[in-house]
């Protein structure tokens, strides 16, 4: 099976930007998606962003225009990129592919305003 490792996160101001990624033991190239999810305290895991096998991407509204998805088969890894975040982006972020890979540990962003 194949596991996910996120990284990337850290302590950023409000309006700057951070990559997270997330590395797999094993090649990713033929999944049919990969997403990115976010759990705050205190609040639900939620679907941040998802990329399917054919490039296509989706992103819940609350960070369309600022966060980027991005998939390198080449590397086995998938990314999120953030720009201009916001206060309220602050959560442990995870990625996974539905139904392949287990969840991870996450990697935590901490948004200062």
């Known amino acids: 099976q194949v596991q996910l490792v996120e990284s990337g996160g850290g302590l950023v101001q409000a309006g700057g930007s951070l990559r997270l990624s997330c590395a797999a033991s094993?090649?990713?190239?033929?999944?049919?998606?990969m997403t990115w999810h976010r759990q705050a305290p205190g609040k639900e895991r939620e679907l941040v962003a998802r990329?399917?096998?054919?490039?296509?991407?989706y992103y819940r509204d609350s960070v369309k225009g600022r966060f980027t998805i991005l998939k390198d088969d080449a590397k086995n890894t998938l990314y999120l990129q953030m720009n201009r975040v916001k206060p309220e982006d602050t959560a442990r972020y995870f990625c996974?592919?539905?139904?392949?890979?287990?969840w991870g540990q996450g990697t935590q962003v901490t948004v200062s305003s």
């Open positions: 990329i399917y096998y054919d490039g296509s991407t």
């Open positions: 094993g090649s990713i190239w033929n999944f049919n998606a």
């Open positions: 996974i592919a539905p139904g392949l890979t287990p």
